[in-house]
């Protein structure tokens, strides 16, 4: 069974920065792209990054560009999310997920005050 936990969620301040991580079980996770998605109150869940098996070819959100990077361990099964310059509107309930979308984790608060 797979399973998905994030990590590093938090409060801080507009400007700030905050790092999430996810531990995945229950796959051979070197052979699954990964991605961190978002969902803020009201809205619908909306991509942020992604990185494929290798870690190769990523991608990310235009809205993040410049300030988030994704990036993966493959020898602790990981992935991770470093968000820098972080605004109020990045304030959101933040996934992680195999595929991505074929597995998700709980998810991890992250709100950014002004």
């Known amino acids: 069974q797979v399973h998905l936990v994030e990590s590093g969620g938090g409060l801080v301040q507009a400007g700030g920065s905050l790092r999430l991580s996810c531990a995945a079980s229950?796959?051979?996770?070197?052979?699954?792209?990964m991605g961190w998605f978002r969902q803020a109150p009201g809205k619908e869940r909306e991509f942020v990054a992604s990185?494929?098996?290798?870690?190769?070819?990523?991608n990310h959100a235009d809205s993040v560009k410049g300030r988030f990077t994704i990036s993966r361990d493959n020898s602790k099964n990981t992935v991770s999310l470093q968000m820098n310059s972080l605004k109020p509107e990045d304030t959101a309930v933040y996934y992680c997920?195999?595929?991505?979308?074929?597995?998700w984790g709980q998810g991890t608060q992250v709100t950014v005050s002004s």
């Open positions: 997920s195999v595929g991505p979308g074929q597995y």
């Open positions: 229950g796959l051979t996770f070197s052979r699954y792209g």
């Open positions: 990185i494929s098996w290798t870690g190769r070819a990523i």
